[in-house]
Structures are given as structure tokens and as C-alpha cells.
């Protein structure tokens, strides 16, 4: 559309496959705004078929030749959102309007936030998993999960988003239980996290799913020696 400025006089390149809606005014491929980024370094932007890129966004290329910008397949990016250097977003995902992502964000498949969205550099958003407007996200969101809040905190699971998407009231039950045994104690003397998420691992009932399989694995990976964590939640009642 008129306005849109797609890739930029730099060493490297931007790769836009087919069937892209580029808005008005939106910079795509332009330089990063990482002052580690030196000018003789090549830099990368890789967008991927059918994604729909809304008036005055801006995805900026990688900061360093090792790396790259990565948007997948069939994304809705709505108007004057950011995506900076060097994350890694996956397909079918939706941003609504306002949505930031600082450097190296990854975000999975199926991914939907409100508007208004800040997400903290090095943060994973699972797949499926819901951030609600006006949230500040500094830590993971675990795949299937809701995070909402100024300091965004999980809320449960994407129950919405997961009926929508087609998984069957017996996978949703099986994840929430899981979910209610490892975030929702209410016990005052009850086990820790790490404990509680251990004993799920080892449910057998439970972990017959792949949905839960990989709502556990999520979790997991989050703790990491080079990832943030999960977001807050509130470990027990009243706390």
C-alpha cells in the first residue's frame, strides 16, 4: 500500500513469500534498532506466504549476520505493531493493534493477543496461548494459557481459543486438571511448584494426552538456564 517501504539499503536482505498484504506506511526490513548493530554487518528479515500487515507496522530486520527476523505463514499483524530484531514468529498467529515485541521474542503457532501489548526481549509465547490488552509480559507464556494484567500474570487456560481450534472437551478437561494441580493449590501446606509439576509429570492418567505432554513440556522448558521463567500466578489461595 502506499507508503510501505519493504526492505532497506543494508548488507544482507529481506524475503517476502507470496500472497503478503503490506499497509500503508508499514517499514518492513529496515534496519534494527539495537545499538550493538554495526553497518558493515549483514542483517536478515525472512517473511513467510498469506500474512496480512496492517498500516504502520514495523519489523526490522536481524542485528547480527548469525541471526534472522523470522515471520511465519498466515499472520494477522493489525496497525502500528512492532516486531524487532531477530524474533521468531510462527503461523496463524493474531496481533491486534499496538502489540510490541523487543528483540528475540519468540512466538509459536496460534497465538492471539489484545491490544496494547508489551512483550520483554528473550520471552516465549506458546502456542495457543492468549495475552490480554494492556499487559506487560516479561516472563514465558506456556502454551494453552491466558496471561492478562499491568504486570501480567496467568489466569488459566485459553479455553476459548482451544473450542475454537478444535480440541475435544475430553483434551480441555484433562489440561485443566493438570493445570489446577500445578498452579491452583489451596492448601496452605501443600508441596512446591517444582514438586507439584513433578508429581503431574509422573500422572499417568493425565500425561496419556499429548495436549497435557506438551502443556508440561512448555512449562518445563521455560525454566531453562538461558530462558525467564514462567509469568507470575498466584501459588495458593490468598496468597
Known amino acids: 500500500m502506499t ?3 519493504v526492505g532497506d539499503d543494508l548488507p544482507g536482505c529481506t524475503i517476502v513469500g507470496r500472497n503478503n498484504k503490506i499497509g500503508y506506511h508499514a517499514a518492513i526490513g529496515v534496519k534494527c534498532q539495537d ?24 519489523i526490522h530486520r536481524s542485528s547480527k549476520s548469525t541471526d534472522r527476523t ?4 498466515n499472520n494477522l499483524i493489525m496497525g502500528s505493531c512492532h516486531i524487532a530484531h531477530d524474533c521468531k514468529v510462527g503461523n496463524d498467529n493474531i496481533f491486534a493493534n499496538n502489540t510490541l515485541l523487543a528483540g528475540h ?12 501489548i508489551v512483550v ?25 494459557m ?35 494441580k500445578i498452579f491452583m493449590s489451596t492448601n496452605a501446606n501443600t508441596r512446591s511448584f517444582e514438586e507439584r509439576l513433578a ?20 512449562v518445563r522448558d521455560s525454566f531453562a538456564e538461558d530462558r525467564r521463567g514462567i509469568c507470575k500466578f498466584r501459588d495458593l489461595i490468598g496468597s
Open 3 to 5: 507508503g510501505a517501504v
Open 35 to 58: 545499538l550493538k548493530y554495526q553497518p558493515e554487518d549483514e542483517c536478515f528479515l525472512e517473511v513467510g506466504d498469506n500474512n496480512d500487515i496492517r498500516e504502520h507496522t514495523s
Open 70 to 73: 523470522v515471520i511465519g505463514n
Open 105 to 116: 521474542v519468540i512466538v509459536e503457532d496460534y497465538v492471539h493477543t489484545a491490544g496494547a
Open 120 to 144: 520483554h526481549q528473550f520471552c516465549h509465547l506458546g502456542s495457543y496461548s492468549f495475552l490480554g490488552g494492556g499487559s506487560v509480559v516479561s516472563q514465558d507464556v506456556p502454551k494453552y
Open 146 to 180: 491466558m496471561v492478562s494484567g499491568e504486570r501480567a500474570e496467568l489466569r488459566g487456560l485459553n479455553v476459548v481459543g482451544l473450542t475454537r481450534h478444535g480440541f475435544s472437551n475430553t483434551e480441555i478437561r484433562s489440561l485443566r486438571t493438570a493445570y489446577q
Open 199 to 218: 508429581d503431574v509429570e509422573k500422572h499417568e492418567e493425565l500425561t496419556h494426552f499429548p495436549i497435557v505432554r506438551a502443556m508440561l513440556k512448555s
